[in-house]
């Protein structure tokens, strides 16, 4: 008797603890719906953003042309951290929309950053640098017209 009431309340035990192993939780989310909610919102790149971001990049560059043909050391270097901090929040929905104009902003907005934390300033080499990253914003821009 105290067998058969050993094996009932075993069973009785291990059924629940499976069923609540089985159980789902419908609001966990798992890594792999993360990765496709964030694809998803950096695959649908909004006009507005690109042009909002270009139109303040292409305002801090100018900012940045000044200060380079003034000499203004304190101000580039300024300048070229906002140039970074532009950059970022629209970056992705560029990468995805124009990958050929992503890579293009980048191989003169890398060098452009990093010759405004140099020193002393090498004002021809910045100033040239800065003029190609707004070529290349102005063509980004002409893009999202």
Do not use: H
């Amino acid at each position: 008797m105290k067998f058969s009431r050993m094996i009932l309340a075993s069973t009785i035990v291990i059924s629940l603890g499976l069923a609540g192993c089985g159980a789902t939780n419908t609001t966990a989310t798992t890594p792999s719906q993360t990765e496709q909610k964030g694809s998803q919102e950096t695959s649908n790149p909004t006009s507005a953003d690109i042009k909002s971001g270009v139109t303040k990049m292409l305002s801090i560059t100018a900012d940045l042309k000044t200060a380079i043909d003034t000499g203004n050391e304190a101000k580039v270097k300024v300048t070229g951290s906002q140039l970074e901090d532009a950059w970022g929040p629209f970056e992705d929905s560029v990468k995805t929309k124009y990958p050929d104009l992503y890579k293009k902003v980048e191989q003169f907005l890398d060098p452009t950053i990093a010759g405004t934390k140099a020193s002393p300033l090498d004002k021809q080499a910045l100033g040239k640098l800065n003029g190609d990253l707004t070529q290349a914003l102005n063509e980004l821009a002409a893009k999202e017209k």
